[in-house]
């Protein structure tokens, strides 16, 4: 269960990393994505475990990296569009 744990944190903060060097305008600041994604595989594989139970080590992974991502989403704030004034305005 610990090396599950483990290896979930890094799964979700390294998605993380990715997510805050491709996104770096719509991401909020780097320590909050960075923490989101790490507590939120960790959450995923404590959910998973539960679910499926002991000795599903692949599938426990695939599930917190699963949750990371869903947690990310919800912090990518849309694009700006400026608006562009015509010269009527």
């Known amino acids: 269960m610990f ?3 483990l290896g979930s944190a890094l799964l979700g ?3 993380a990393w990715a997510a805050v060097h491709r ?3 719509r ?3 780097r320590v909050i994505v960075l ?3 790490a507590l939120g595989g960790v959450f995923g594989a404590l959910v998973t475990h ?3 139970g002991p000795g599903h ?3 426990t992974l695939i599930g917190a990296v699963a949750v990371a991502a869903v947690l990310l989403s919800l912090l990518i704030r849309p694009a ?3 608006l562009r004034r015509s010269a009527a305005a």
């Open 27 to 29: 991401l909020p600041d």
């Open 35 to 37: 923490g989101t994604g």
């Open 13 to 15: 903060f390294a998605l």
């Open 80 to 82: 700006s569009r400026r």
């Open 3 to 5: 090396l599950e744990v």
């Open 57 to 59: 080590f692949l599938a």
């Open 50 to 52: 539960g679910a499926l």
């Open 23 to 25: 996104l770096p305008d």
